[in-house]
């Protein structure tokens, strides 16, 4: 009698160096043991993606929750906050054109975001990025509906208290800035704990903040006592113009980038400058890195920029990148600075 465990942990030792063989046993054990099926499957979906095949590995994924929603209790630690997830098809919104240029965009790479400490319930465990070629640019394939409801009601505590091991490296970044801004009002997009509000009241800017999570926004006003609303970025009515738009972080999180950009745009006064922070997948972390880059995994990232996909735009939208730098906070992330030309 075929020893169906032992095959299983052969499988498991020759996963990465040996990929195709692994794939060959995983294959028979799905077909011949129920028990070892959902997280076979599983393994399968990471070998095809490692294979670049998407698609079948988007397939196996899929399978692996659809035969075993409990399947995270295998795959993480008890004391992960994903461990007791129980997976429930949600709602998707399936894009197949590019958010930015509108161009059909082809399967590129296939995760698991329940392995990521900031899963959000509600989003569907397995995430199929698209590639567009001809922006260099990558977009989610799938996510919610009800996206902006999950993200305004998912606020992560461990994001409520402000990192100040970050303002040394903010101050750099708000210093070049002081002596490129036209004047001192600034709108910091999507505030979180506050770190570079903080820093930028330092500096003397006048700041106003935005955050779409409620916490996270009353925290910052009080804290720095500085206007923080909460609002959607592209629903936020002001008669103000700013000099300085900061947008760290956020517009990977958002469905219509583009619409932001402009937005960012007639928000800023003349020679007004953008400050964007956001995930590079042509970054060199990501080149080093592959498929353990900890960015595929983040659930409710939904466009995955390169540094040619955003410059391309910004210079469609009217603004002149002037600087470039690798983000001190987050590993394959990039930093561009941009003038409202
Ligand atoms: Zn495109």
Redesign the pocket.
């Known amino acids: 009698m075929t020893d169906w465990v032992s095959l299983f942990k052969e499988a498991e030792g020759l996963l990465r160096t040996r990929d195709e063989q692994a794939l060959i046993i995983y294959l028979e054990i799905i077909d011949n043991n129920q028990q070892l099926s959902a997280i076979s499957c599983y393994r399968i979906g990471e070998i095809y993606n490692r294979l670049r095949d998407p698609i079948s590995s988007f397939q196996y994924f899929r399978t692996a929750f659809e035969n075993n929603p409990r399947l995270s209790q295998i795959l993480v630690k008890e004391d992960h906050p994903v461990y007791t997830y129980n997976y429930t098809e949600p709602q998707e919104n399936h894009i197949e054109n590019?958010?930015?240029?509108?161009?059909k965009?082809h399967p590129y790479a296939t995760y698991n975001t329940t392995t990521s400490i900031d899963f959000i319930p509600g989003f569907h465990p397995i995430r199929l990025w698209m590639c567009?070629?001809?922006?260099h640019?990558l977009f989610a394939f799938n996510y919610p509906v009800n996206l902006g409801e999950l993200l305004t009601n998912s606020a992560f505590e461990f994001n409520l208290s402000p990192k100040t091991t970050f303002f040394p490296t903010i101050s750099r970044m708000i210093g070049q800035l002081t002596f490129i801004a036209p004047g001192d009002r600034l709108l910091e997009v999507g505030v979180g704990a506050g770190e570079l509000s903080a820093v930028a009241k330092e500096f003397l800017f006048n700041v106003t903040g935005l955050d779409i999570r409620p916490p996270y926004a009353k925290a910052v006003s009080n804290m720095l006592d500085i206007p923080v609303y909460t609002v959607d970025f592209l629903e936020f009515e002001t008669a103000e113009r700013f000099d300085v738009l900061i947008m760290g972080d956020v517009i990977e999180h958002m469905f219509d980038p583009i619409r932001a950009l402009r937005k960012a745009h007639s928000l800023l006064n003349d020679k007004g400058v953008l400050w964007i922070s956001t995930p590079n997948f042509e970054s060199a972390f990501s080149m080093v890195k592959k498929d353990t880059d900890p960015m595929w995994r983040i659930v409710e990232h939904i466009n995955y920029f390169s540094f040619r996909?955003l410059k391309k735009w910004l210079d469609i939208l009217g603004f002149e990148v002037v600087d470039y730098n690798v983000s001190g906070h987050y590993n394959g992330s990039m930093e561009v600075t941009a003038i409202k030309k």
Not at 98 to 103: A, F, I, N
Not at 132 to 135: A, F, L, Y
């Open positions: 590019c958010p930015l240029c509108g161009e965009g567009c070629d001809s922006c640019h996909s």
